[in-house]
């Protein structure tokens, strides 16, 4: 072979080991935490409490007004619960949104004394690791504390995560075999996160100030909730699921602690 074209061909093959091992550094790596913008505090008496993160807040968005009627009746108070959610989203891509999505920052703005998230599904459905999902739990959680917003997080559920998997495409699932194998994680690595939530919770800097809905408090019976509270797809919750996930709130609200929930 010429000289020319093996060092071309060298050349190429470098460049192209650079720029695959710099997608997936982008990719796997959690976004860097911003310094956090100003958000106007609500002076209204009403409860306000904002529902944002994946497809579960994006679904919930046709609930907020029985929601909002339930928490009302049951806090004795009146609450007004609003949701935003962007289907897909990875917990770092949710942290990315606060900042670059207008609506979503429009809608924060709106001023809110409580923010449930629902970040962390997609994470695990992505094989993403478990440090990429704490960096972003803290990020986010970090913007709402410098806010006067108390962060409310919903563990990781127990959905049929096997499901999910088996019912992506061939190359979905190529890819999910790679970032099991590059983070170290088994297709059922929702535990794993779990514990990372708890570490994090637990710590003495957000100790009292992050509030968890553990699953087991709500989603503790696999089989009987699979039926009774996810839709077919066995990743999303119907009505139902909403309801029972929602009843639970108020009692975490009136407390500080989160220990294993398994």
Request: charged fraction near 20%; hydrophobic fraction near 35%.
């Amino acid at each position: 072979m010429n000289k020319r074209i093996r060092i071309a061909l060298t050349g190429i093959s470098t460049l192209a080991v650079i720029v695959i091992a710099a997608a997936l550094y982008d990719y796997y790596t959690c976004a860097q935490e911003r310094f956090p913008y100003h958000i106007k505090k609500s002076q209204s008496d009403t409860l306000r409490i904002a529902f944002i993160g994946d497809s579960w807040a994006f679904m919930h968005r046709e609930y907020d007004a029985a929601t909002s009627q339930y928490l009302s009746q049951s806090l004795n108070h009146p609450v007004r619960l609003m949701s935003f959610g962007i289907c897909g989203l990875t917990s770092s891509e949710i942290y990315e949104n606060i900042f670059e999505n207008d609506s979503l920052k429009d809608f924060l703005s709106i001023g809110h004394d409580y923010c449930i998230l629902s970040a962390g599904i997609n994470d695990t459905y992505k094989k993403m690791s478990p440090t990429y999902y704490s960096k972003s739990i803290e990020h986010i959680s970090n913007f709402l504390l410098y806010n006067d917003i108390s962060p409310i997080i919903i563990d990781i559920p127990d959905y049929d995560i096997y499901k999910a998997y088996e019912h992506q495409k061939t190359s979905r699932k190529i890819i999910r075999q790679l970032s099991m194998l590059i983070n170290g994680l088994p297709i059922d690595c929702k535990n794993i996160y779990r514990d990372e939530l708890y570490e994090l919770t637990s710590s003495h800097k957000y100790r009292g100030k992050i509030k968890v809905i553990p699953f087991k408090l709500w989603n503790g019976n696999y089989t009987s909730d699979q039926e009774l509270y996810y839709r077919s797809d066995g990743m999303h919750l119907n009505r139902k699921g909403y309801e029972r996930l929602f009843e639970c709130l108020p009692e975490v609200l009136q407390t500080n602690t989160y220990s294993v929930p398994y």
